[in-house]
């Protein structure tokens, strides 16, 4: 969806780097969350924010970190990455007094390479 | 624990017919249950959505039933077409977060 947009689409990067992974929104929506996605394991919510002074950790937090500039950003971050952080990343977000209750607009992702 | 599970990895469909793709689930707590749909280089794509003191919603060419005495989920597409090959992934959702199913890829054979 072009009203949810994620930058870079793609990186490789090594061992130790601290990466950042943005994720900008036009629709206007109040909540935002970040999704990993492995092969054969479906999407994992990292975090989630349901307003700017509103974060929240996910199933799967341990060794990221969030940061919610504006209503429309919200960047992930990997402080010092390791191979198994190797994923798709995806960004999405969602209000529930719109349209379908449950419905949340993803992203085109990111697909990260740690090696 | 709780989780939301697919009940094949693979579907394969022919053109026309109708498809039927199966989730099984253990949170009975969960407040929804959605489908998304995937296709290959995108991100997920909402499909559908059922209360869970629902036992069927139809949308355009889907039906989703829930059966909560076995915890069971299912997805109808009438008619499958080209443009229906995907990843579908099953949701449930509870405190507005979701949580995912493995997914389950159909193919469309022509």
């Known amino acids: 969806d072009a009203d949810v947009t994620q930058t870079p689409r793609n990186r490789i990067t090594k061992t130790g780097k601290r990466i950042m992974l943005e994720c900008s929104q036009t629709?206007?929506?109040?909540?935002m969350y970040w999704y990993r996605q492995d092969p054969g394991l479906g999407l994992r919510l990292i975090y989630y924010?349901?307003?700017?002074?509103?974060?929240n950790k996910g199933e799967i937090s341990d060794g990221y970190s969030v940061s919610r500039q504006a209503q429309a950003k919200f960047s992930l971050s990997l402080e010092s990455a390791i191979p198994n952080q190797t994923a798709l990343y995806f960004c999405?977000?969602?209000?529930?007094?719109?349209?379908?209750?449950?419905?949340?607009?993803f992203g085109p992702g990111t697909r990260l390479t740690v090696l | 624990g709780e989780s939301v599970g697919l009940h094949l990895p693979t579907l394969s469909v022919q053109e026309g017919d109708n498809s039927i793709i199966n989730c099984a689930y253990s949170?009975?707590?969960?407040?929804?249950f959605i489908w998304y749909k995937q296709e290959s280089g995108k991100g997920p794509q909402f499909i559908i959505d059922?209360?869970?003191?629902?036992d069927k919603r139809q949308g355009q060419r889907v039906t989703v039933l829930l059966n909560k005495t076995v915890k069971h989920l299912s997805l109808q597409i009438a008619a499958t077409q080209p443009g229906d090959s995907a990843v579908y992934f099953c949701?449930?959702?509870?405190?507005?977060?979701?949580?995912f199913g493995a997914g389950t890829t159909v193919t469309v054979r022509a």
């Open positions: 999405a977000t969602s209000d529930p007094g719109q349209g379908y209750y449950n419905e949340q607009f």
């Open positions: 629709k206007g929506h109040d909540r």
């Open positions: 924010s349901f307003d700017v002074k509103d974060i």
């Open positions: 949170n009975s707590a969960s407040d929804y």
């Open positions: 059922i209360r869970s003191n629902m």
């Open positions: 949701a449930e959702t509870s405190d507005y977060k979701l949580s």
